[in-house]
């Protein structure tokens, strides 16, 4: 059922408004925004608003980002990086959009491991890992 937005009555365009947060949830989605809704504990004007993200989040600025510390068809090891949990199955699902995707290998090295989780949850340990093309995007 959808809800309807009374306008301001006059009492409450004078109010010195004093608000209160009374429910903030997020909204299903890859960067869900906030809405908080706000009412005034003085004259019971009720208001939401909605809070996106400051930084330019998209796929694209992601492929931007595991680039810089992935290149291209060269392992590296993580762990070596200070990278020491990888969400690998959430990620590989934001970029095989854009044509790429994280292969990742075990090693023996226990001190090179990385704690990835995989797509039920599971922990599942990897040390090198790289950024591919998938072969659809090949050229």
């Not at 408004?17 to 019971?44: D, E």
């Not at 796929?59 to 290149?71: A, I």
């Not at 949990?85 to 970029?95: A, D, F, Q």
């Not at 044509?99 to 990897?126: M, N, S, W």
């Amino acid at each position: 059922m959808a809800r309807t937005v009374k306008p301001p009555m006059l009492a409450q365009w004078g109010c010195v408004h004093h608000w209160q947060v009374r429910h903030t949830r997020r909204h299903p989605g890859l960067w869900p925004a906030k809405h908080r809704n706000y009412r005034c504990t003085r004259c019971g004007l009720g208001m939401v608003t909605e809070e996106r993200p400051a930084v330019p989040w998209d796929e694209r600025h992601l492929v931007t980002l595991v680039k810089t510390l992935l290149p291209e068809g060269q392992p590296v090891y993580l762990r070596d990086l200070g990278v020491t949990t990888l969400p690998l199955y959430g990620l590989n699902s934001l970029l095989v959009h854009q044509g790429y995707l994280i292969h990742a290998a075990k090693v023996r090295d226990r001190t090179r491991f990385v704690a990835c989780t995989d797509r039920h949850g599971r922990v599942e340990q990897y040390g090198l890992f790289e950024l591919r093309r998938t072969k659809g995007e090949e050229g």
